[in-house]
């Protein structure tokens, strides 16, 4: 499978350029209009968000009820009825709406950086990532640049601490070996900063705002796409609510060049 440009310089100028992004989290197991996101783009960039009326991702497949609005920079899928399409959660999942092939940012090493700020309540999480193309089923490796829950957003006299997580996922690669990480570390995910990797042959270095984080000895090697979204998980609330707060996620660039 042939991939699609290496670099992008993204500040959604004009509203989202739908010949890179797919507004929908990963449409082939469900739709796209069923996996759609929320979002609007205006002056400070795109924003995700969730509010409370938005319907579940997956409700009859996914272990547990979820909400998601998420842009992904590749698309693709098999026919209906199979099972070749782009991260499967679970074991025997098939295509339910086959999606055409689309690569709008779609590189193999380089230094990929998000630019965002978060409103995350204690049951959300936003997370950016590069995951393969599953063009072959093994390659489908992930590198987290930013993963934050909610509920690990600490606020004390000194600042804002959070669980920041970013590493390596292998799942089903079996060049790769599981290094994922999220130690606390002080930031304040409400306001803007800037989550990098530099990803060469056999390595993968991981920064925020240009401060040096976390490396890995491995790297996924072939193309990946960038997926870049905002999740509720209804059933971790800790208490009822009558208006849930509404997770946002407000990204105002995304850069990718060659190193």
């Not at 992004?21 to 995700?48: E, F, K, N, Q």
């Not at 092939?101 to 978060?118: D, K, L």
Request: with cysteine.
């Amino acid at each position: 499978m042939e991939a699609g440009p290496q670099e992008i310089d993204e500040r959604f100028a004009g509203g989202l350029d739908s010949s890179v992004w797919t507004p929908a989290y990963l449409p082939a197991w469900s739709s796209r209009h069923a996996a759609a996101a929320t979002y609007v783009v205006d002056a400070d960039g795109l924003h995700l968000s969730i509010p409370a009326d938005q319907p579940l991702w997956c409700p009859d497949l996914h272990d547990g009820p979820l909400r998601v609005s998420a842009v992904q920079s590749g698309n693709w899928s098999g026919p209906v009825g199979s099972t070749r399409g782009q991260q499967p959660f679970v074991e025997g999942l098939v295509v339910a709406e086959a999606q055409p092939t689309q690569w709008g940012f779609t590189p193999h090493h380089g230094h990929i950086e998000v630019e965002c700020r978060a409103t995350i309540p204690p049951r959300s999480m936003f997370s950016a990532w590069m995951v393969g193309l599953e063009d072959q089923p093994e390659r489908c490796g992930e590198i987290c640049l930013v993963e934050v829950f909610g509920n690990s957003v600490v606020r004390g006299a000194d600042g804002v601490t959070v669980a920041l997580g970013r590493g390596i996922h292998r799942f089903r690669d079996p060049a790769l070996t599981e290094e994922f990480s999220a130690d606390r570390f002080p930031l304040d995910v409400s306001q803007l900063h800037r989550y990098a990797v530099d990803w060469k042959p056999g390595r993968v270095d991981f920064f925020v705002d240009d401060v040096h984080t976390m490396s890995a000895a491995q790297a996924p090697d072939y193309p990946m796409e960038l997926i870049i979204g905002v999740f509720d998980f209804p059933d971790r609330a800790e208490v009822a609510e009558s208006v849930p707060p509404v997770p946002e996620l407000v990204v105002s660039r995304v850069l990718g060049r060659r190193l």
